[in-house]
């Protein structure tokens, strides 16, 4: 490999000056590469793929140091159209996963989100993708905080016989908290 000592001293205090991760990155695969690295080395070393290590030397190749200037990450393209997202939100919005074909479940949780994708559109999603998804949908998850079977019995009792009915006589529906869960 010829002598690229110029560069390199440019490279090096491109690093030195680097705002960002990424950017030290680039400067550092094409500081390898000039150092007489191979692609599959750089990758080794800074946890990129192959192909990567080479756009980033393409790059440098035509533009020198502005070839490897970052204008924004874009991130993987999404699996689902907007017209897929939509009638997820509409689903998830107006019907509960027993509607939807999911045997006796009546709380949408991640995991059935994410299953109801897989069936009806195919992608496949771990739970923080199904969790984005919904934040990108303008959509909330909280994770249910109480089951009837912990229900202090008398309590339920009082406030099917007592509470529920003075709250239904006023048509007032306060945030109250939940006495079946106490």
Known sequence: MPNHKDEIEKLSTAMKEAKSKRAYERYQAIYLHLQGYTKGEIATIIGRSKKTI??????YAQRGLDGLEMKYSPGAPRRLSPEQEKELALIIEHQLPVDVGFEAKYNWTLAIIAELIQQKWGPTYT??????????????????????????????????????????KTGRWEHRPCPLSR
């Open 54 to 59: 080479y756009n980033y030397i393409h790059a």
């Open 127 to 168: 739970l923080r993708g199904t969790s984005e998804i919904l934040h990108r949908l303008g959509l909330s998850y909280t994770k249910p905080t109480y089951t009837l079977a912990n229900a202090d019995e008398e309590k339920q009792k009082e406030f099917v016989e007592i509470t529920f009915p003075e709250v239904k």
